[in-house]
């Protein structure tokens, strides 16, 4: 139990009146509430504790952050304290709202200058502060700046804030994945060298950006490919063309901010020293201009939502496909999460284009330009619109990659397996492969033969996607770790964790269908305890898994799906052997496609960014084929002379049998005479 300031809060449920919900973020949901004691109104936000597992840590480090600080323009919070499994934290209500939700709500495209130059000035000044005071924000975006009806700024959400000062887990975790992918500066994406208060800066920069154009750069595209085009690209800037509104001294602002090496940018505390800031007003000015026509923050709340819904709803023939409807809410649900960038980095590569992870855009964007890129929103940071697509949202920087993808059947949901977790019913249901337990192997083979000699690579055949098969339980639905979730796109189910933390929020009952036969759960709950396969990263709805690249493990499913009804190890081993072949011939073929789009990759980039972007990591690829390689041919070895010695033993025992017989005869004829 916590409590801070004069004005003594109480800290019992009771005592306060829970209104309308006025907001929702990964981990919370924020409502309305009156403190009837002091008949002041006020905004708690409750977390689930059951469901945060082991995020404890996370959630006292953001309380904690959050009643220390004290600054005009960093929201601080009364008090804390459990109610059933419930954490409340009672804190001053915001009835402007975030800028995100006056974007969405009002200025799709964006704000007027002087608004921006107000915004920003008074988000610095509590970035300058909380950097004095040692934090990292680590989370700096539009939907963290709060106003109030007077138009006082305050930043909030220190759920990923980071201590400098710390020791020990807290200055660890500066060297770990944290933020949001379109906010996130390279260094922080890189994980090479740690970072500092610089990141915030960068941040600072891209949200100038969403401010200015209502979303932030590369919003529309999948994480990965954010990641991607972070470390690869050009930094994001105000175009002279495009935003000739804007005046010069803002361009150089987002220039001195979005500079990669963070060593360039500027600290807060020389920001606020730069002459755009001059343009700034009293916040009252924000009360005036952008806040004077808006409904109430609650109504404001649940117009959004609804026509969130009914965006979906309207585009349901687009998102039939539970395909889409797995992407869509995956472009949904990034807000705040964490995961393992190597896996990602592999994965992006292999997103051959958005026009599935774009709602229905320009399937064309990786056209060949030269100069800056800009951007245009995703479904979850744009205003919600049936428009049509925005032609100037051209990423200059991304080279046309349509040839040599469209050799390369991966769609995107299928490039990210492994990355996320997944229901087989995301998967395409006709997989020809791998799809039922009482498929017979050779019925298996005899059918992927044929795809294989059809040359049938369209991408929906997760066995194509992932050669490795998985663990097959005849007659059962399974649950495999693979890409993404799909829970309903209206349920705001989250999962959070970073690795050594997992938390978990839903709103509406839909949770993953645990209801299946236990011996589903089991072999699932097996699976994400295999060190091999284990979850390395939970963060939003998602999961990391290192089992999709651990042949090891696959063949060690392979076995036990294979092996039926069989007790005999060498014998099952032994009827796998086509099969293993087979995944071995896939599995080259589709790894020498891997890295011929890398090679494609570094060679239409040619630049010096990119070799910063971590190519060299991506050059380990190779190496890791050809030991794969290796060590897979050794598997097929050693089960072909399983199944040699198989065979002789076969042999032995029928020759033994036969001079047992002849032994018997003997033996009887002796006795007879
Ligand atoms: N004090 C407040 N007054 C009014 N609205 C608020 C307040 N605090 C939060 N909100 C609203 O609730 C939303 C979610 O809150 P918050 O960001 O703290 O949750 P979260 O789970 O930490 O989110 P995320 O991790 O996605 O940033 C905010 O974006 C904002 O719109």
Redo the contacts with the bound molecule.
């Keep these: 139990m916590e409590q801070v300031g004069e004005k003594k809060f109480p800290l019992n449920a009771k005592d306060y009146k829970l209104y309308e919900e006025?907001?929702?973020?990964?981990?919370?949901?924020?409502h309305?509430a009156l403190c009837i004691p002091l008949n002041e109104i006020v905004?708690i936000?409750v977390l689930d504790l059951e469901k945060c597992n082991n995020d404890l840590d996370g959630i006292r480090r953001?309380v904690q952050t959050m009643i220390l600080i004290d600054h005009p323009n960093v929201?601080r919070a009364h008090c804390s304290f459990t109610t059933g499994h419930h954490l409340w934290v009672v804190?001053?209500?915001?009835?402007g709202?975030?800028c995100?939700?006056i974007i969405k709500s009002a200025y799709p495209e964006g704000f007027e200058e002087p608004v921006i130059a107000t915004l920003l000035r008074e988000v610095l000044k509590a970035l300058v502060y909380l950097h004095a005071h040692g934090h990292i924000h680590r989370?700096v975006?539009a939907?963290?700046i709060?106003l109030d009806t007077n138009g006082t700024v305050k930043l909030?959400?220190f759920?990923?804030a980071a201590c400098m000062f710390d020791a020990g887990d807290r200055q660890r975790s500066r060297n770990t994945f944290v933020g949001?992918p379109c906010w996130m500066a390279p260094e922080v994406m890189q994980q090479l060298h740690g970072y500092d208060f610089k990141a915030d800066i960068w941040s600072f920069g891209i949200t100038a950006l969403e401010l200015a154009h209502g979303h932030a750069p590369f919003s529309k595209y999948p994480p990965m490919k954010v990641l991607l085009m972070t470390l690869q690209n050009a930094p994001p800037g105000l175009d002279y063309e495009r935003d000739k509104r804007f005046s010069k001294s803002f361009r150089e602002m987002v220039a001195a901010c979005l500079v990669k090496d963070p060593k360039k940018r500027p600290s807060s505390e020389k920001l606020l020293k730069h002459h755009f800031f001059k343009h700034a007003r009293p916040p009252e000015y924000l009360a005036r201009t952008i806040l004077d026509q808006l409904p109430p923050?609650g109504d404001r709340?649940r117009m959004l939502k609804a026509k969130e819904a009914d965006f979906l709803v309207q585009n349901r023939s687009l998102y039939e496909d539970k395909e889409h409807l797995s992407q869509q809410e995956y472009i949904r649900g990034i807000?705040?999460w964490n995961f393992n960038l190597e896996d990602l980095k592999n994965q992006a590569a292999l997103i051959p284009d958005t026009d599935e992870v774009s709602n229905g855009e320009d399937p064309h964007m990786y056209r060949k330009q030269s100069g800056r890129h800009d951007d245009a929103g995703s479904p979850a940071e744009r205003p919600i619109s049936n428009s049509a697509p925005d032609d100037e949202d051209g990423l200059n920087d991304i080279p046309d990659l349509d040839n040599s993808l469209a050799a390369f059947p991966i769609k995107p949901l299928q490039a990210l397996k492994g990355c996320f977790d997944v229901r087989e019913d995301d998967m395409d249901a006709t997989s020809p492969c791998w799809k039922d337990g009482v498929q017979s192997d050779s019925d298996k083979l005899s059918r992927k033969a044929e795809d294989q000699e059809a040359g049938r690579n369209d991408g929906e055949n997760p066995g194509q996607s992932n050669p490795l098969p998985r663990p097959a339980i005849p007659g059962h639905r399974k649950m495999l770790s693979g890409p993404l979730a799909q829970d309903s796109v209206l349920s705001p189910k989250k999962v959070v964790g970073d690795g050594d933390r997992e938390h978990s929020q839903s709103k509406y009952p839909t949770e993953r269908n645990y209801s299946g036969p236990l011996q589903y759960r089991q072999k699932k709950d097996l699976r994400e305890d295999m060190s091999d396969g284990a979850v390395i990263q939970r963060r939003g709805r998602f999961k990391v898994t290192s089992a999709e690249l651990n042949p090891k493990v696959s063949m060690n499913s392979l076995f036990n799906s294979h092996s039926g009804g069989l007790t005999s190890p060498i014998l099952s081993a032994a009827s796998v052997l086509p099969s293993l072949q087979c995944i071995l011939q896939q599995n080259t073929m589709q790894r020498e496609e891997i890295f011929k789009l890398i090679k494609y990759v570094e060679q239409s980039s040619g630049s010096a960014d990119f070799a910063d972007a971590g190519t060299t990591d991506l050059l380990q690829v190779p190496s890791t084929t050809v030991r794969e390689r290796e060590l897979q041919s050794q598997v097929i070895q050693l089960q072909q002379s399983i199944g040699s010695l198989v065979e002789e033993l076969q042999r032995q025992k029928v020759k033994n049998f036969q001079l047992e017989k002849k032994l018997n005869a003997l033996l009887k004829k002796d006795e007879k005479t």
């Design positions: 006025v907001g929702e973020g990964v981990s919370a949901t924020v309305r905004a936000k953001e929201l804190m001053p209500y915001m009835a709202g975030s995100l939700h989370d975006k939907g963290n709060l909030a959400d759920g990923v949001t923050l709340f807000s705040a």
